[in-house]
């Protein structure tokens, strides 16, 4: 009787424990399931946080990169209209046998602007502190996305080049005007060095060129020719920085997109094929714009460089949205022509693959004659006699835009194309203006 009793006090007690056990365990699988949704909620949050804290990071770094690239477009233009001009002034001082042909008032205007500008440094000032703040903050670890990372360091390793390139140049121009100042000018009369055009002004009381103005202008010429002055204005004419401004151009517009892509969990294409690099064999689709040829890998040429055509100023002026062309005829040919490759002279014609695009478009307006422009690509195996195929161009009195498909141009092998834009006129006088021109690929509007 108690060993049966005993027995059901041992079992009662036995039952009671593992009820209690199965309580116990259900409880603190509970806990451990509630510190888990804990976690997970933290980490949800967190991570939310985290990417909200991101995105508003990029954003500004977005807004960063918008402005410095106005103020890259903004030197790009300053250099690309300082080789220009610096084309003006080297085509016209290598004829020293035709000098009463360019050397007049209307020259010695545009060289004294060319080298009072030459001895003023110009740089970018990009806005940093908006990528440093995320790279310091450690958000920049957790973009996800491999391009927008490498995109967003190669940006801010290119701006590092530029400044750095931009020192190293302007610290130049110091030197070069140092020695321009001291050197150059010594013993020439300062108060017409400093407004040139005084030497070309009649004496207010006899009417005549005083001796003073006549040496002066003997003095100027010389000044002008004079080394250290052709250096100094050259020293804008630096193609690699251009490059470099066209590649951070590029780059900050993809990159502009990719991060508003991202902050809205979209996804891009790769958009390597469509940033700018200064080995690229590929063509650029704009020629001109706002009149000005794309520097980074273009050149602005005339030919033939002797004869009516280029000995003077006005030949073509550079406008504030436009380039206007001046020829005043009576050759048997003259040539204005864009190249592909580098801005300086050389043996080699330098070529860009062009064959992704079916058409060109220009957007010209003819001012006066011109009633045989025609429209020329070449590539660098053609001969320079004038064999090519070529277009007729007919032009409105207003501004309009002409398209034209690449197969009109048959004998032109785009994949290696030399003269990328050229414009060919005959004996008759011809003045038009160029705003655009540009390459446009198969379905492009």
């Not at 060319?114 to 806005?127: H, T």
């Not at 590092?160 to 390139?165: G, K, L, P, T």
């Not at 060095?193 to 009417?207: H, I, M, V």
Request: with cysteine; aromatic share 10%; proline share 3%.
């Amino acid at each position: 009787m108690l060993l049966l009793r005993w027995l059901k006090q041992q079992h009662y007690m036995n039952d009671n424990l593992r009820k209690y056990l199965g309580y116990a365990m259900g409880e603190i699988a509970l806990v451990i399931i509630g510190i888990l949704i804990a976690l997970q909620i933290d980490a949800w949050y967190e991570d939310r946080q985290t990417r909200a804290n991101l995105q508003t990071q990029l954003q500004s770094v977005a807004e960063s990169i918008v402005q410095d690239l106005v103020g890259v477009t903004n030197l790009k233009r300053q250099r690309t209209d300082a080789i220009f001009k610096t084309n003006h002034l080297t085509g016209l001082t290598g004829f020293q046998d035709e000098v009463e042909s360019w050397y007049n008032r209307d020259y010695v205007s545009f060289v004294s602007q060319l080298i009072a500008s030459s001895q003023v440094p110009v740089y970018l000032v990009p806005s940093i502190g908006a990528f440093q703040a995320l790279e310091s903050s450690g958000y920049a670890n957790h973009i996800r996305d491999a391009g927008l990372r490498r995109n967003l360091n190669d940006y801010y390793a290119t701006v590092e080049r530029i400044v750095f390139a931009e020192r190293e140049l302007n610290n130049l121009i110091r030197e070069v005007s140092l020695r321009y100042e001291t050197d150059t000018t010594s013993g020439i009369y300062k108060p017409f060095l400093q407004e040139p055009l005084l030497a070309w002004e009649p004496d207010p009381n006899t009417g005549e060129i005083d001796e003073y103005a006549i040496a002066f202008r003997e003095d100027y010429l010389g000044l002008v020719t004079d080394s250290v002055t052709q250096t100094l204005v050259r020293s804008s004419r630096n193609q690699a920085l251009l490059r470099e401004y066209e590649h951070l151009l590029s780059l900050g517009n993809v990159l502009v997109r990719e991060i508003e892509a991202y902050t809205l969990d979209e996804r891009l294409p790769d958009a390597g094929d469509t940033v700018f690099g200064a080995d690229n064999e590929s063509g650029p689709p704009r020629v001109f714009n706002d009149g000005r040829f794309e520097a980074h890998s273009l050149g602005l040429f005339r030919a033939p460089t002797v004869a009516g055509f280029g000995q003077h100023v006005e030949d073509y002026q550079l406008e504030d949205d436009h380039l206007t062309v001046n020829y005043r005829g009576g050759d048997n040919w003259a040539f204005l022509y864009v190249t592909a490759g580098p801005i300086e002279i050389s043996v080699k014609k330098h070529a860009l693959d062009y064959s992704r695009f079916d058409r060109i478009r220009l957007e010209l307006k003819r001012n006066s004659g011109c009633e045989d422009l025609r429209l020329v690509l070449k590539d660098a195996e053609d001969a320079d006699d004038g064999s090519q195929r070529d277009v007729k161009l007919e032009l409105a009195d207003e501004w309009a835009t002409y398209d034209y498909p690449l197969s009109l141009f048959a004998d032109a092998e785009l994949t290696q194309l030399n003269v990328v834009t050229g414009f060919l006129m005959f004996n008759n006088a011809c003045s038009f203006s160029v705003r655009d021109v540009t390459y446009l690929e198969p379905g492009e509007s």
